[in-house]
């Protein structure tokens, strides 16, 4: 990828999330907690799902790659998120902004299609169970993954291909905690009309399709549900997917916020603060909602304790 050297702007920097002292210091507390649940329960989970071999079906190989995503997502922005809450001016270089603009664009385009993948899954194991095997054999599992990071990859390199094409002269202050797409593009001394353009049809795209095909698969799941004879099974099953429903509302939800609605300088301050749910709490929630709560990963849990205490 070329970084373009017409570029008056040499660094950035990044306004952070508040400018209020008192609250400093407090949030970096907050948010460094949030930091190490995200990445202890999702390596957890990744060396929980790797360890155990009942573990090894086509449901928790997309909750291996769900938290390896969420990993990785979560570390490209809140080291330097952190370090704003610490720090009286926090810099970012130009081509350090554009490889942050770059991942953080992959990840979450990735994660959006994982959860999607993960909803299919889900959709086939309660409404057509006998064909369970058949449809998500492991070579349609790995079509499903291949697509979900091609998919990620072409829309971050639009995002940045994009972005690498502006110039920025003079103002150089991020109003936001790390290098996102509309923040940084307000920056441009140059027409954004193309970029504008291509943020509303990929961020489009990415969010509509699969927001559109989750929901349509849990209305089929809640529909199979509400068929149960068993009270105590049809609530069991309801709490399962109103948990996973409510991740993935507030990840789609707070992404088409930011993003599908004409930007100016109120809208981007609330945009900054819905973007903590996709970027902090989503990644963090997702060990709980998705593994946490189940049995197998219970299981799996105090088998793998028992064999490193033998």
Known sequence: MRFRNSSLVIEFILEGLTEWPDLQLPLFFLFLVMYIITVLGNLGLITLIGLNSHLHTPMYFFLFNLSLIDFCYSSVFTPKMLMNFILKKNVISYRGCMTQLYFYCFFVISECYVLMSMAYDRYVAICNPLLY??????????????????????????????????????????NHYFCDILPVMQLSCTSTYVNELEVLIVVGINIIVPSVTIFISYGFILSSIFRISSTEGRSKAFRTCSS????????????????????????MDEGKISSVFYTNVVPMLNPLIYSLRNKDVKVALRKT??????
């Open 133 to 174: 095997n058949y449809t998500m054999s492991p070579k349609v599992c790995s079509y499903l993954m291949f697509g979900s990071y091609l998919m990620a990859f072409s829309g971050a390199m639009a995002h940045t291909g994009c972005m690498l094409r502006l110039t920025f002269c003079d103002e150089n202050t991020i």
């Open 244 to 267: 996973h429903i409510i991740a993935v509302s507030l990840f789609f939800g707070s992404g088409a916020f930011m993003y599908l609605k004409p930007s100016s300088a109120g809208s």
């Open 305 to 310: 304790l028992s064999r490193r205490k033998s």
